[in-house]
């Protein structure tokens, strides 16, 4: 019922940047909670950086002051603006939606995941 498709991933030199999208669709009726998640090679998933509804926003501590999360609540889409990048961020993103969509007769709540975009610091 609720789709998301993510965009932006590649190849970076190291101290490079780079933006990740996350956009949602779908019979969506509110988007609370938009994150960003990233699984390296042997290791778990981990949540980088969330926003709410209203704007507030949380960092893992490894990324604070070089990651950006934001949101376009007109578009229901997410960015992750990652900059100073280094080979430790080389991993696969996943964004988290969760929020209501109409489902007749009635609203639901949803949980989605995106399908995971490959990020790669290298030189």
């Known amino acids: 019922q609720v789709q998301l498709v993510e965009s932006g991933g590649g190849l970076v030199q190291p101290g490079g940047s780079l933006r990740v999208s996350c956009a949602a669709s779908?019979?969506?009726?509110?988007?609370?909670?938009m994150g960003w998640y990233r699984q390296a090679p042997g290791k778990e998933r981990e949540l980088v950086a969330s926003i709410t509804s209203g704007g507030t926003t949380d960092y893992t501590d490894s990324v604070k002051g070089r990651f950006t999360i934001s949101r376009d609540n007109a578009k229901n889409t997410v960015y992750l603006q990652m900059n100073s990048l280094n080979p430790q961020d080389t991993a696969v993103y996943y964004c988290?939606?969760?929020?209501?969509?109409?489902?007749?007769?009635?609203?639901?709540?949803?949980?989605?995941w995106g399908q995971g975009t490959l990020v790669t610091v290298s030189s």
């Open positions: 779908g019979r969506l009726f509110s988007i609370n909670v």
């Open positions: 988290n939606v969760a929020g209501v969509y109409y489902s007749s007769p009635s609203y639901r709540p949803f949980e989605v």
